[in-house]
């Protein structure tokens, strides 16, 4: 999400004159687009600022500003704090940078942190940084409307919006034209998108009912998305179990350019966490909306987030996720420790209790679980085709590629004929954790 928030950034700043650069050195500006989901994303950018200290003492007309999540969180104390920092803007205040830049020439700091109920950058064309050419996310909704206990993203991206969808198809559209092959829909929920007429700001309750007749939903913008062309590979994230529909899978099982892939984040295969968690589902739920999935679409891959260690999680909680683990068999899972953020409903209710050294052997048995399934599932593809889509050059050998079969699993296979951006059979002749390696038969 933040890289397709810099890629707003750099739209923007394009608009004004100023254009970006790979070469560190060279900047007139630096712009660090931050994360505040752990403190350990936080811990990074505090290194990062230490470090830019050389920069500026190179170049002492350097303009540093830190965007996005943390300088949401932290608002005016991040600017006394580090003293390096001239402008501090959080994620809806974007438009606001050549204002902010100009405050900053005529000497004073700069902030602007304000949240927007509006804000959807739709108009605004990113300006596609580090491309491959081949693969590019859309942001589809902004903010969160949710309040997991654990969870910071409410608090620093503001309440949920969704973008109209005329400007997500164009976006798709000139992506299309420009020869990119896929698309991400990206949101924090993605399945309570909902635009109807006019308004970015969903109150559904509080539609009549022709808005409502009118209004689309996820299962709509993904079909209107998969329609732009049939060789657009069209992938989404979060699905969040609560919300996730049959309509969506319907959609998925329509359309062949809809990747068979879905990320389903658990975070815990305990009940009783799960409710603490405010997550709104429980283990039953989750495994009912998983195996509906399944029934829809046999060959979808599933992955999972998970936090161990979370406010009074017992050794049994933690078996608990290890069994829905073993039973769900996800493809792949993001797999975190506990990390308190201030402000979170967790922060304020319950005590931070697991020490670090239970969190942290819970997560490594979490993690070998997921890799002694991921290893599994592999192994069972040796011998099937995958239909794969060349991103990139593999980086530990120039003669082979790098894709994506639907199921978001990378698959390396040798350069041959093909190029990039290309879909490519592939057979599979062996596997590691995290890939499939093969050759292509197309
Ligand atoms: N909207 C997505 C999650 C976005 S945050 C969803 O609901 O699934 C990405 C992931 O970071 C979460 O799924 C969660 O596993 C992890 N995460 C969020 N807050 C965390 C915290 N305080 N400590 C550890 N992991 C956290
Ligand atoms: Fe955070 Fe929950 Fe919203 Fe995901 S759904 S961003 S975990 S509050």
Redesign the pocket.
Known sequence: MNFADSEVVASIMAEVGIETTNDEMEADIIFINTCS??DNAEQKIRHRLKHLRHNKKHKKELTIGVLGCMAERLKKQLLEEEKLVDIVAGPDAYKELPILLREVESGHKAINVMLSLEETYAEIQPTRLNSNGVTAFISITRG?D?M?S????PFTRGRERSRNPESIVAEAKDLVSKGYKEVTLLG??VDSYLWYGGGARKDFDKLTIEEKENSISFANLLEMVAKVDPLLRVRFS?S?PKDIHDEVLYVMKKYDNVAKHIHF?A?SGSTRILEKMNRTYTREWYNMKYARIKEVLPQCGVSC???TGFCSETEEDHKDTLDLMRKCEFEFS?M??????PG?LAARKFEDDIPEEIKKRRLTEVIEVQHEVSRRLNAAQVGKIHRVLIEMQSKKNTDEWMGRNEQNIKVIFPKDHYTMGDYVDVRIERSTTTSLIGVGIS
């Not at 654990?150 to 993203?153: Q, R």
């Not at 975190?336 to 953020?341: G, I, L, M």
């Open positions: 989901i752990r969160c949710n997991c654990f969870c910071v993203v924090q929920n979060t969040h984040p975070q987030d998970i936090i993001y975190y420790f506990y990390s308190e953020r979170t």
